[in-house]
């Protein structure tokens, strides 16, 4: 069992940045590969971004490619999303997911079977 609890979030005006961070329970996480997906209101979760579990490949939405990254610190159990430039349309509650069955990170969320409860990030214009 994996516990996974997201924090980071916050009010930010259009252009700043946030920091989320990804904290993990168990001894297993670094075995995981991770990703983070968003949920805006009326709208479905959508996939954001993936880390392979050593860290070394990485995938991005096309609507965050060069604004985002994702990173992980396995000794820490923890993986984050640095978000920069963000956007009105980033607004959206974040969740970070762990795939415990495949090798490499993938951006299909029902790929994923442990996830965070969330945390809200809200972007102003």
């Known amino acids: 069992q994996v516990q996974l609890v997201e924090s980071g979030g916050g009010l930010v005006q259009a252009g700043g940045s946030l920091r989320l961070s990804c904290a993990a329970s168990?001894?297993?996480?670094?075995?995981?590969?991770m990703g983070w997906f968003r949920q805006a209101p009326g709208k479905e979760r959508e996939f954001v971004a993936a880390?392979?579990?050593?860290?070394?490949?990485?995938q991005y939405a096309d609507s965050v490619l060069g604004r985002f990254t994702i990173s992980r610190d396995n000794a820490k159990n923890t993986v984050y999303l640095q978000m920069n430039s963000l956007k009105p349309e980033d607004t959206a509650v974040y969740y970070c997911?762990?795939?415990?069955?495949?090798?490499?990170?993938?951006?299909?969320?029902?790929?994923?079977?442990?996830w965070g409860q969330g945390t809200q990030v809200t972007v102003s214009s």
């Open positions: 997911a762990a795939d415990r069955l495949r090798t490499r990170p993938t951006m299909r969320s029902d790929n994923y079977y442990y």
């Open positions: 168990g001894r297993t996480f670094s075995t995981y590969p």
């Open positions: 880390i392979s579990r050593g860290g070394v490949s990485t």
